[in-house]
Each structure stands twice: as C-alpha cells, then as structure tokens.
C-alpha cells in the first residue's frame, strides 16, 4: 500500500487545499493507506518538503493549483519518485483539468491508490532575473501571463515583436503573447494544423498568439515544435511558469523528457 506525503498550502485560494484534502486523506487512509500532510508556507518551502518526501521513498502529493504541481514537478523531477496532483478548487489545476484527472474524491482516490506512474516531460526555464524554474504545463509571456485564463479575452493587449529561436531556426512573429505547452492548455485556442499537445511527446509546442481589441485570440503564423527555445521580444516583457510569476524576458525554455513519474 502507497504512502503520500500531501504537499498544501494552507492559506491559497482560500484554503481550498486544505478543504480538497480532509474528504481525499479520509478515503485514502480508509483504503488503508498512510498520509501525512506537509504544509508549506510559500513555493520554495514546498520544494524542499517535497524533496524530503521523496528522499524517504513516499509518493508526493501536489494539493493546489499549476503552481503547485510545479514546483513539486521541479523537485521531483530526475528522482524517479512519483507524484501526484490534487486539484484544490474548483476550476484550478489547469494541468489536472487537461490531463482528465478525476475531480471526484472516491475516483481520484481510486487512481492514487492503484494508478502506475507513468513517465511524463517537464520544462525547464532559464530566464534572465531569476534561478532556473521547472514547469509541468506551460510558458505564458505576454499578455497571457497577466491572467488566470490566458485564451479568453487577451486582444486588448499591445502586441510585441517576438524573436522565437526553436532548435536553432529563427523566426519573428508580432502577437501580444507566446505560449510554450508541454500539456494541453485548457482555454488557448487551438490551430488546426498544430499536433495535439501531449505531456509525454518530448516536445515543447510553442504558438504566439494576437488579435485585435475584442475579439477571439488567435494563433498568429504556425504553430512550433522543439526540444529548446528561446524567445526575446522588442520590449519588456513578463512571463508566468505554471502560472507563477516572473519579472522579463529573455528567456529559454529546455523539455526535459520523461523526466518525472505521474500517477494518471
């Protein structure tokens, strides 16, 4: 039988980690198994609970949001321990969401119980005002770092001359946000041509996006595929790993394949 260590902050989003946890810890420990709960008190505190969990061979829970799942990605990854993710509200956990986890306590329990890990890619970001971060679904820069719903209404926003480096090959396209996917990014729009995003695929799936005021945003040229990436654009710009915060391009963005166990 699986012992978790749960991964929550206990204070975001209202405590909706902690609320998510009390009914998942009740039918897990039902079923038999052992959890504990870890309460971090920010991202990088998290890490480190994380990375101690596993060091004692314990499966680690994500409880939360994309930040979350992150960071515990980030100190997971390259350590074959497995993970796995608790939504903690209602509409958070974009990664969880995309990935069809199960929402409903019994069937989530259900998966972390007898699910297998399953090898999955993670990002690896290096920016230019802060150590290297490590994301699970996605790069937003520009405008769609600003928002918790990045695809829904970004074409207010002043576009940017984006330089796009992808496996070497130079392109240069005008939009008001570039989205690097390593999962399915519920609310991006989607090009036809583009593959379906795939967290297990080994490849970074890059997409700028543009429109005008009011309307539908819009997948601005081809969609990109890659192993690396580097974008820089004509004025500063933000950027949000997993939906954490970040101060300015440049920035390069390395998949790292098959490099954490997943429970899904």
Do not use: K
């Not at 998290?46 to 829970?61: F, I, K, P």
């Not at 543009?210 to 601005?220: C, E, L, N, Q, V």
């Amino acid at each position: 039988m699986r012992r978790f260590t749960a991964i929550v902050n206990p204070t975001a989003g209202r405590a909706a980690g902690a609320a998510a946890l009390i009914p998942l810890a009740r039918a897990l420990r039902g079923a038999g198994a052992q959890v504990e709960a870890e309460y971090s008190r920010g991202f990088g505190h998290a890490a480190e609970l994380a990375g101690r969990a596993a060091a004692s061979g314990r499966t680690v829970l994500a409880v939360g949001g994309d930040g979350m799942a992150g960071t515990v990605a980030g100190a997971l990854a390259g350590t074959g321990a497995v993970c796995g993710l608790v939504p903690g509200a209602v509409g958070a956990g974009a990664v969880a969401r995309a990935l069809g986890l199960p929402r409903a306590v019994d069937e989530l329990a259900e998966l972390l119980l007898g699910g297998e890990p399953r090898p999955v890619d993670v990002l690896r970001v290096e920016g230019a005002e802060r150590p290297p971060a490590v994301a699970l679904g996605a790069v937003w820069i520009g405008a769609g770092a600003a928002r918790t719903a990045p695809g829904r209404a970004l074409a207010a926003r002043r576009s940017a001359l984006f330089r796009i480096t992808v496996d070497g090959t130079p392109y240069e396209t005008r939009g008001h946000t570039v989205l690097l996917a390593n999962a399915p990014c519920p609310g991006a729009p989607a090009a036809e041509s583009a593959p379906e995003v795939r967290i297990d695929d080994g490849a970074l799936d890059v997409a700028v996006l543009g429109g005008a005021p009011g309307r539908r945003s819009r997948i601005r040229g081809e969609a990109l595929r890659g192993r690396e990436v580097r974008v820089e654009a004509d004025r500063p710009l933000a950027y949000a790993t997993d939906g954490i915060p970040a101060p300015a391009l440049p920035l390069t963005v390395r998949i790292l394949p098959a490099a954490l166990h997943l429970l899904r």
